[in-house]
């Protein structure tokens, strides 16, 4: 009996194995079996004909097929990643200005979806990042931005800087330090509680960067794309060393010396007289900013503080007959306020304005 059973399994095996490559390649099967059939030659080449023209073009629709539904299936249990176009400075250092990131495709089905952590990048498409896109004449699908604040969390912006549930973020991926300031949907110092299946996201490059602060939270449901925090290993080197960021807040970073020199050097290339700094003009400004601020009240006239310049400079002890002033919302470091004073044009009027002999600056 032993030797009777002993062949009848490798032949089982061989014959599953055959009849699994004749379903899964049926048109080369049936090409190897028709050549070595003992039909005759006519029969031969009409099932030839029949297996060309028929089978095979089947069996590649089959196969493309199957192809695609296993593409299709990898994208959208997250496994593979999607080249994503990406434009604009928004997310410098991490992303290029100009270019292709991979994605992991977000699963619009909410119960298969991956949980986002703080510190993820995603890809986001709603009305408000449609019409700024248009303005803005680019080519791509929807904004990327870092996901900061999660449901549930506290976010405030104060001193440049980010706090989640009352601790400082420490954020290297940031372009630059202490560069972050509020918006018109998120102000500074205004604390945001984020609302179940939304976000806070802001872009890498604060100071440029048109997020949250001005279009407010998004939806879990705007997102198209994702890249995990876990999977930003080749961001990294672009990054900054944030361990000293914390030591910088709530200290000046303005130097009016370092600001006089680069605003007289512009003027002398002007042939303008030089301006001389005048401290009763730095305690003046001090008293119309805090005003301003207070009664969210920027205009000269002073409409809802009636707080004028003429009497913020009366209690500092001061008096001409030209004067003017220029607020400019935002964090910058010395350098940083000069040019963006000279960048625009009615801003570099003002500074270059013939009349006037002395100049205050306050900031905080």
């Known amino acids: 009996m032993d030797l009777l059973n002993s062949n009848p399994p490798a032949q089982n095996q061989v014959s599953r194995r055959e009849r699994a490559i004749s379903i899964l390649f049926y048109p080369f099967y049936a090409l190897y079996k028709n050549a070595h059939s003992n039909a005759n030659?006519?029969?031969?080449?009409?099932?030839?004909?029949?297996?060309?023209?028929?089978?095979?073009?089947?069996?590649?629709?089959?196969?493309?097929?199957?192809?695609?539904?296993?593409?299709?299936?990898?994208?959208?249990?997250?496994?593979?990643?999607?080249?994503?176009?990406?434009?604009?400075?928004?997310?410098?250092?991490?992303?290029?200005?100009?270019?292709?990131?991979?994605?992991?495709?977000?699963?619009?089905?909410?119960?298969?979806?991956?949980?986002?952590?703080?510190?993820?990048?995603?890809?986001f498409e709603n009305t408000k990042t449609d019409s700024e896109l248009i303005k803005e004449g680019k080519n791509v699908t929807g904004f990327v931005k870092r996901?900061?604040?999660?449901?549930?969390?506290?976010?405030?912006?104060?001193?440049?800087?980010?706090?989640?549930?009352?601790?400082?973020?420490?954020?290297?991926?940031?372009?630059?330090?202490?560069?972050?300031?509020?918006?018109?949907?998120?102000?500074?110092?205004?604390?945001?509680?984020?609302?179940?299946?939304?976000?806070?996201?802001?872009?890498?490059?604060?100071?440029?960067?048109?997020?949250?602060?001005?279009?407010?939270?998004?939806?879990?449901?705007?997102?198209?794309?994702?890249?995990?925090?876990?999977?930003?290993?080749?961001?990294?080197?672009?990054?900054?060393?944030?361990?000293?960021?914390?030591?910088?807040?709530?200290?000046?970073?303005?130097?009016?010396?370092?600001?006089?020199?680069?605003?007289?050097?512009?003027?002398?290339?002007?042939?303008?007289s030089l301006l001389k700094h005048q401290t009763k003009l730095d305690q003046s400004a001090k008293l119309r900013a805090e005003v301003m601020l207070k009664y969210d009240d920027l205009s000269f006239e002073a409409t809802r503080s009636a707080y004028p310049m003429e009497q913020a400079m009366k209690d500092s002890g001061y008096s001409n007959i030209v004067y003017g002033e220029f607020p400019m919302l935002g964090y910058y470091d010395t350098r940083e306020l000069y040019e963006a004073f000279i960048e625009r044009e009615n801003s570099r009027d003002f500074l270059l304005n013939k009349d006037y002999q002395e100049i205050g600056v306050s900031t905080f």
């Open 41 to 123: 030659f006519l029969k031969k080449l009409l099932f030839f004909l029949f297996i060309m023209l028929v089978l095979y073009p089947v069996w590649l629709i089959e196969m493309a097929a199957f192809g695609f539904l296993i593409w299709f299936s990898l994208q959208f249990t997250s496994v593979v990643y999607v080249a994503v176009p990406v434009e604009g400075a928004s997310m410098l250092p991490t992303l290029p200005t100009h270019g292709y990131v991979n994605f992991k495709r977000f699963l619009p089905i909410e119960k298969l979806q991956p949980q986002i952590k703080r510190g993820d990048l995603v890809v």
């Open 147 to 272: 996901v900061i604040g999660l449901a549930g969390d506290v976010v405030k912006i104060r001193d440049g800087f980010v706090y989640i549930n009352g601790q400082m973020a420490k954020e290297g991926y940031t372009l630059k330090p202490r560069s972050t300031f509020g918006g018109q949907t998120i102000s500074d110092c205004q604390e945001v509680t984020i609302p179940k299946n939304q976000l806070l996201v802001l872009g890498d490059n604060r100071k440029i960067s048109l997020d949250s602060r001005q279009i407010g939270l998004i939806s879990l449901k705007d997102i198209s794309y994702y890249r995990p925090y876990s999977d930003q290993l080749e961001f990294v080197q672009k990054w900054r060393n944030s361990s000293t960021d914390e030591q910088a807040a709530n200290s000046s970073i303005f130097d009016i010396t370092a600001y006089l020199s680069f605003l007289n050097a512009k003027r002398e290339e002007a042939g303008l």
